[in-house]
């Protein structure tokens, strides 16, 4: 793991992970997943349902502790942490790399 440290005001320490010049001036960069046929960023698992659906993967629900998508006559599996917000940039590649041309992963700074 890379970054930088950044300890804030209020005693909170973060590890900022590939600061650029945008670090500089108190604002961080996080990942983003994105539709790239609609450049529409997803924002939740309702989403993101929703345009796994339109390209053939169905929620497979074997397992309670994570939502899982899977894609019929292939062996492909999409399992993702239950809650949203724990949603890493591996889960976002994982995405990328199973819907070749559908999706990115983007920077996103944050302030």
């Given at each position: 793991m890379s970054g930088v440290w950044v300890f804030k005001q209020n005693g909170?320490?973060?590890?900022?992970e590939s600061p650029g010049s945008d670090f500089c001036q108190g604002s961080a960069r996080r990942k983003?997943?994105?539709h790239v046929p609609t450049n529409e960023v997803v924002?939740?698992?309702?989403?993101?349902?929703r345009i796994l659906s339109s390209y053939g993967w169905e929620r497979y629900y074997d397992d309670p502790d994570l939502l899982q998508f899977h894609k019929r006559a292939t062996v492909h599996l999409i399992?993702?942490?239950k809650d949203f917000k724990?949603?890493?940039p591996m889960?976002?590649?994982d995405i990328v790399v199973k819907?070749?041309?559908?999706?990115?992963v983007?920077?996103?700074v944050v302030s």
């Amino acid at each position: 793991m890379s970054g930088v440290w950044v300890f804030k005001q209020n005693g909170v320490v973060q590890l900022v992970e590939s600061p650029g010049s945008d670090f500089c001036q108190g604002s961080a960069r996080r990942k983003v997943l994105v539709h790239v046929p609609t450049n529409e960023v997803v924002t939740s698992y309702i989403v993101l349902e929703r345009i796994l659906s339109s390209y053939g993967w169905e929620r497979y629900y074997d397992d309670p502790d994570l939502l899982q998508f899977h894609k019929r006559a292939t062996v492909h599996l999409i399992s993702l942490p239950k809650d949203f917000k724990k949603l890493k940039p591996m889960h976002m590649y994982d995405i990328v790399v199973k819907n070749r041309n559908m999706f990115e992963v983007r920077d996103m700074v944050v302030s």
